[in-house]
């Protein structure tokens, strides 16, 4: 495909680091994964980000608190070019039948969690990414990483009590279960040679995160991307300014941040759009700030960040200051899967301005107020 690009596209699956050189900003990263790089155990069955049957695990450095986050996505909705300066993480990255199984991998076949097994990698791949972020979760946690991972035959009794062996809760007899209770080397050998014996999970041999990632962080998030074919352009600013002047370029580009809509726009209602801007690296857009009557959250904050910052103001705050926050979670529950909310921006969910819109009633309910900006005018409220 003929094209242009200024700079090479890089990212990297399952520890190896990838770089593209022309890449097409309609290829979805699970097109990407399994036509070009043949790793198929990323399924697709919707693909429109409704079943998980594409989950995959990103890794992020993030650089203010230098730690690394981990999180789901729907590989279907995910442009590949948006995973620039990323780590991707398959089902063939954590184990396979011929290395060794990951504890994931053996637990939900050995707890009969698996039929067909098409939706099988993109729960084992949830399950994983709540692993690295909590290795001793609550079966709470558990129920809400699978939310967004349908399977339409086993039935998700097998595969919630097969992974609720990960979970410190998961036995009526609790603190004196026997999972709690040290082992003798003897005990250990002859269930070892039990055929449904799983080795407890360790999180101290999972891969480590790419040091390039982290040393050169700036390199890759920091720097305006430029992709084009004959298509489409992609541009991905790192600056307000950068962004405005885009859009007075481009009146009919379309924003994007997680691309949960236009993705599905694309694909299933046949849109076109010859100019995308993603917005994910703006800095004022990923702002997030406490002001004097509540919370200011930048556009391309995503949904899960918004829940997470509402649940840890409502710690801090008296129970009348919080009822406006209860309201968001409570309907962030209802908001599609995780994976979804993982990368969809709260800039989105109000400018597509859908009738069937989750959070735009509680927001006009409670007076929110919104921002608005264009080039060279003042910022509208
Ligand atoms: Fe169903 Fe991606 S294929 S969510
Ligand atoms: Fe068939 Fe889940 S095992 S869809």
Not at 18 to 42: A, F, H, S, V
Not at 78 to 98: F, W, Y
Not at 259 to 284: C, D, Q, W
Not at 291 to 320: C, H, N, R
Request: charged share 25%; proline share 6%.
């Amino acid at each position: 495909m003929e094209g242009k690009s200024n700079q090479n596209l890089v990212f990297y699956v399952n520890g190896e680091k990838i770089i593209e050189n022309q890449p097409d900003p309609k290829c979805t990263l699970l097109q990407y994964l399994r036509n070009k790089l043949t790793l198929t155990g990323t399924k697709l069955v919707c693909g429109e980000g409704g079943c998980g049957a594409c989950t995959v695990m990103i890794s992020k450095y993030d650089d203010k608190n230098h730690t690394i986050r981990h999180y789901s996505v729907n590989a279907c909705l995910t442009p590949v070019c948006a995973v620039h300066g990323l780590a991707v993480t398959t089902t063939e990255g954590i184990g396979s039948l011929r290395t060794r199984l990951h504890p994931v991998q053996e637990q939900i076949a050995k707890s009969h969690g698996s039929q067909c097994g098409f939706c099988t990698p993109g729960m084992v791949m949830s399950m994983y990414t709540l692993l690295r972020n909590n290795p001793q979760p609550t079966m709470l946690q558990i129920e809400k990483y699978l939310e967004g991972n349908l399977c339409r035959c086993t039935g998700y009794r097998p595969i919630l009590q097969g992974y609720g062996v990960f979970s410190k809760e998961s036995c009526g007899m609790g603190e004196q279960c026997c999972k709690n209770k040290p082992r003798d080397k003897e005990d250990d050998n002859s269930n070892k040679e039990n055929e449904n014996y799983i080795p407890p999970y360790d999180p101290t041999q999972e891969p480590i995160f790419p040091p390039d990632l982290k040393v050169n962080y700036k390199e890759y998030n920091e720097k305006r991307l430029m992709f084009e074919t004959n298509q489409v352009k992609w541009y991905r600013p790192v600056t307000l300014t950068d962004l405005l002047e885009l859009k007075e370029e481009y009146p009919d580009s379309k924003i994007i941040i997680g691309n949960t809509e236009v993705g599905i726009e694309s694909r299933f209602k046949n849109m076109k759009y010859s100019v995308l801007i993603n917005a994910s690296h703006v800095p004022e857009l990923t702002d997030i700030k406490s002001t004097e009557d509540g919370i200011k959250f930048g556009a391309s904050v995503t949904l899960s960040k918004v829940e997470e910052v509402l649940e840890k103001a409502k710690e801090d705050l008296p129970e009348s200051r919080c009822r406006i926050f209860t309201a968001v979670i409570e309907m962030l529950k209802w908001f599609a899967g995780k994976q979804i909310r993982n990368t969809a921006a709260v800039g989105g969910n109000i400018m597509t301005a859908s009738p069937i819109s989750d959070l735009n009633p509680i927001f006009q309910a409670s007076s929110a107020k919104l921002e608005v900006v264009s080039k060279g005018k003042t910022t509208r409220k």
